[in-house]
């Protein structure tokens, strides 16, 4: 039914589009099971043929699930259901995404408040929910940071943070730390701590250096060679943990040396929350592990919900000013628009009401405190862990044995990151609220998978 039978055919566009929306517009339970087979069958020829044949080969949801691939439909909480009815624990949280769960019902109601209301902005009136949401994090974050900007993705975020530091110090160059991660647009990807993502599109953005995460000497060393030579440094970015390289914590005295650092030698200091902010790491900023204000943080990920993409960029008032001559300098037709502002505001409101930082403080000590024993029990396979609250990496010897894992929890219905060429440290980073039964549930099939490797 799928099937191209012209290169362009747009009746068979109009159809195809018209059965989808029908389709997701009937209540679940009439939806049939034949349809949901016809879904999953789709799909799969979709992603093939239209998005990227690589993710097939790449995916456990296509690799290790079967006749169907299993094809996201709906979730609740901590439990994400494919199209078949196949139901699994989320301990992947959209990396990150996810912080209040999938669907959290007050961020659902919030948003389809505001969609019957006004969905986007005019761009000339004043928009209140953009507003009202910059006031409510400018009393959330530490220090001044004050006024911001919103967009939709974390790249977007690192790149605005980028350019307002180069706006505002007049100088062009950066420091970021090998294997951080800010995102994949041109500008964060000269940042990126990770050739092979980098190397094939040289040159990238010049003036940009790296050093090892978590050595404040090293970064030390790296200023005063610039300040040598000349080299006109505006800011150093780095995760306050470092997230997709699988949850490496600095030592404790990093983050406040580095403050200082910086300081000292006039430059600016990133830090990227994109994957940190909001709860994830027991505190509602990564920083406030340490007590340190950045110049610049970025936010981005758990910032709309787990429902409509956010992000922003937050400075002092003192940084900010060289924005105010003209307003224009940076801009977005759709950042911050009120669906994103509504879905930041029930987040914000769900985060404290419900403590999620307390609560992944509380989880992540007891699930890391499980996986030590764990650790002590299945050397072989488990070589270490670490993290803060729920953001938490099991590192494993080989990337193989990794893969064992991840394929093994996911024969048991948990779904976490590993692919075959990714898994030496796999990321436990569920939902903030995940259920303490769920927690469990995760740990057994965990030691069952361990118990079943070779
Ligand atoms: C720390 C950090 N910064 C930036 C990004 C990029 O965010 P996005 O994928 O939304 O562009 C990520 C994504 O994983 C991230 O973890």
Request: with cysteine.
């Amino acid at each position: 039914m799928s099937e191209r039978k012209e290169l362009r055919d747009i009746k068979y566009a109009q159809s195809e589009s018209s059965r989808m929306v029908e389709l997701i517009s009937r209540p679940d339970d009439q939806v049939t099971m034949a349809e949901r087979e016809q879904i999953a069958k789709e799909t799969t020829e979709n992603f093939g043929n239209h998005i990227n044949k690589g993710f097939l080969e790449y995916r456990k949801s296509v690799t290790e699930a079967g006749d169907f691939a299993l094809t996201e439909w709906t979730g609740q909480g901590s439990m994400m259901t494919d199209a078949l009815g196949r139901e699994f624990i989320d301990v992947l949280g959209g990396f990150g995404i996810y912080s209040a769960g999938i669907r959290h019902p007050k961020i659902v109601k919030s948003v389809k408040a505001q969609l019957d209301r006004s969905p986007q902005y005019s761009q000339e009136m004043l928009d209140p929910l953009r507003a009202h949401l910059a006031k409510v994090l400018g009393y959330l974050t530490p220090g001044d940071l004050q006024y911001m900007f919103f967009i939709n993705s974390g790249t977007e975020a690192v790149e605005g943070a980028m350019k307002l530091a180069k706006f505002y110090t007049g100088k062009s160059g950066f420091i970021a730390t090998t294997a951080g991660f800010h995102g994949k647009t041109l500008g964060a990807l000269s940042l990126m701590g990770k050739a092979c993502y980098r190397e094939p599109l040289m040159p990238l953005l010049g003036n940009t250096r790296h050093v090892p995460f978590g050595d404040a000497d090293a970064l030390e060393q790296q200023l005063a060679i610039c300040e040598q030579v000349g080299d006109q440094i505006a800011a150093f970015i780095a995760e306050p943990i470092q997230g997709e390289a699988g949850a490496v914590v600095p030592p404790d005295d990093y983050w406040p040396r580095v403050r200082e650092i910086c300081d000292r030698y006039g430059v600016l200091l990133i830090a990227d929350e994109v994957q940190t902010g909001l709860g994830r790491t027991g505190e509602i900023f990564g920083v406030d592990n340490w007590n340190v204000t950045p110049d610049i943080m970025c936010l981005g990920k758990a910032l709309g919900g787990g429902v409509v993409p956010m992000s922003a960029f937050i400075a002092s008032p003192k940084i900010w000013k060289v924005m105010e001559p003209n307003p224009f300098m940076h801009t977005s037709t759709t950042g911050g628009n009120p669906l994103a502002c509504s879905a930041a505001l029930a987040y914000i409101d769900v985060m404290l009401s419900e403590d999620l930082p307390g609560q992944a403080k509380r989880k992540g000590k007891y699930i890391m405190s499980k996986l030590d024993e764990l650790q002590q029990k299945y050397p072989a396979i488990l070589s270490g862990y670490r993290g803060k609250g729920l953001l938490i990496g099991m590192e494993f010897a080989t990337d193989e044995i990794g893969y064992n894992v991840a394929s093994g929890l996911f024969k048991r219905q948990v779904l976490t990151a590993g692919t075959l060429t990714n898994a030496k440290a796999i990321r436990i980073e569920p939902a903030l609220n995940i259920p303490d039964a769920l927690v469990d549930e995760v740990l057994n099939r965990l030691e069952d998978t361990f118990k079943s490797i070779k």
